[in-house]
């Protein structure tokens, strides 16, 4: 049921011939013959300065609202409130199918570079020593081939240490997805 509107000075209610009534900024509806009987900008209730606002069809939809009932106000604001929502999940959607399609290219080139690591992996056979014994020529450190690898000598600076290239492990990289990402 809508507010029923009444004067707020001398209680009238809507009739015919109904005289029109304004809304004042700070609140109050007024006739228009109490308005007339009043000061010009100032409300007849709380003698504050104000303006007025006569009421129509016309009105403003935000200002015909405070007139409404609870129920058609509910049902008006439940609709709009419906079309907000499905615009945003509608977007939501298609930004998450955005990062998942962005997520998936990434798992796949994932995918392609650890096959080319375990294919490059596989190439590398393990290292090979090669001693060759000592003369008496040979006694400088920096002379001595220490080991051989794709067909390039390495030399060791310090012989009773390993260089890095014999120190270095393969590195092992898990292909299966991690348990955070949703596949």
Do not use: W
């Amino acid at each position: 049921m809508a507010v029923s509107v009444f004067c707020n000075v001398c209680f009238c209610e809507p009739h015919k011939p109904t005289p029109r009534f304004s809304l004042t900024s700070c609140g109050h509806v007024i006739c228009e013959i109490c308005l007339q009987k009043g000061k010009k900008d100032e409300c007849l209730i709380c003698r504050t300065p104000c303006r007025t606002l006569f009421l129509s069809k016309q009105t403003n939809p935000d200002i015909q609202s405070l007139f409404m009932g609870i129920d058609t106000l509910c049902k008006k604001y439940s609709k709009e409130i419906t079309q907000v929502s499905e615009f945003q999940e509608k977007h939501r959607k298609h930004l998450l199918a955005y990062h998942r399609q962005k997520t998936a290219k990434l798992e796949e080139s994932l995918k392609k570079v650890t096959e080319q690591i375990r294919q490059i992996q596989r190439m590398n056979t393990p290292e090979q020593t090669t001693q060759l014994p000592l003369s008496s020529t040979s006694r400088n450190p920096l002379s001595i081939p220490s080991r051989r690898q794709n067909g390039y000598s390495s030399y060791s600076l310090h012989p009773g240490r390993p260089s890095t290239s014999e120190i270095m492990e393969p590195m092992e990289v898990d292909p299966a997805p991690s348990p955070m990402r949703k596949v």
